[in-house]
């Protein structure tokens, strides 16, 4: 069975050459009953998406660009925690094939050195009251030289290559996409039994340990909003709780706002 240690995730692989995004094609097969646990990989992506409508640059062989179809049993504002438990996830699978320690960036963004190496997009199609679907999208950064990546992303972003010194031409160091997938399907599936076991706080106190966040002074955008305070904490419903500049505490969602470092 593919040399996987997970009885759910990845039980079914889907592997496309090129995608516009594979959080859209996912999107399509559970609209047509794909499995819980199903997973797309595409080599590239023509329309990558990050959040809000941004874009999510995907060149071909470099990365890892996968979305996997999950049917939990959750509402919908308990959806942020995949998104969280999939970050603690990413990182152990970094860690474990490369030796890389990468931080989280509250909600999804992962950084080696300050610059994002991973990012995580949570799409979901609920009914009312119950997820009916959710799309969990992960891209990883990994072959790419800095050169590879378009210019306007080249002072944010990194690759695992270029973290682990490939710019130092004579210590190339390129890393096995599906060494780090198969370890991530691995630790997905980890991750999700806690959810589906309703763990929520073992998956939010490991999310804490890996935080780049929490601690920091933040600058939180919201609309036409701006304000600055020091992040303190994360509920368990992923909320980050942020002691405002003002005297005020506010616990700010992920889906509306930006949070930048100051
Ligand atoms: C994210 O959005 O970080 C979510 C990215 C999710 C990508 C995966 S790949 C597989 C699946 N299929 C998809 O179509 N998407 C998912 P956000 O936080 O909005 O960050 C997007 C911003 O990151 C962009 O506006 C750029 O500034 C920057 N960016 C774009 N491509 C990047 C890359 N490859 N590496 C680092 N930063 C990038």
Redesign the pocket.
């Given at each position: 069975k593919n040399g996987l240690q997970t009885d759910l995730i990845g039980n079914k692989i889907v592997y496309i050459k090129e995608v516009d995004?594979?959080?859209?094609y996912a999107r399509k097969i559970a609209l047509e009953g794909a499995e819980d646990g199903t997973v797309v990989i595409a080599d590239a992506?023509t329309?990558?998406?990050?959040?809000?409508g941004?874009?999510?640059?995907?060149m071909a062989g470099k990365?890892i660009?996968?979305?996997v179809v999950l049917r939990p049993q959750i509402s919908p504002e308990e959806v942020q925690i995949i998104t969280l438990g999939a970050s603690v996830a990413a990182i152990k699978a970094i860690y474990d094939v490369t030796g890389i320690r990468a931080g989280i960036k509250w909600p999804?963004?992962i950084i080696c050195d300050g610059k994002?190496?991973c990012?995580?997009?949570t799409e979901m199609n609920s009914e009312v009251e119950m997820v009916n679907f959710l799309i969990l999208?992960?891209?990883i950064?990994v072959n790419h030289t800095i050169l590879d990546?378009p210019d306007?992303?080249k002072s944010?972003?990194t690759s695992l290559a270029v973290y682990s010194g490939m710019n130092d031409k004579k210590n190339v160091k390129l890393f096995r996409r599906s060494d780090i997938i198969k370890k991530l399907l691995y630790e997905l599936e980890q991750i999700y039994n806690k959810i589906k076991k309703g763990a929520v706080k073992d998956i939010i106190d490991e999310w804490k340990l890996y935080s780049a966040t929490l601690g920091k002074q933040v600058r939180v955008i919201y609309k036409n909003d701006t304000y600055t305070g020091t992040a303190l904490d994360i509920r368990d419903d992923g909320r980050l709780v942020v002691k405002c500049d003002d005297g005020c505490t506010r616990d700010v969602f992920s889906g509306e706002v930006s949070v930048r470092g100051i």
């Open positions: 995004s594979t959080n859209l992506q329309a990558g998406r990050g959040r809000l941004r874009n999510w640059s995907s990365g660009w996968m979305s999804n963004d994002k190496v990012g995580i997009l999208g992960i891209g950064n990546f306007e992303i944010i972003a």
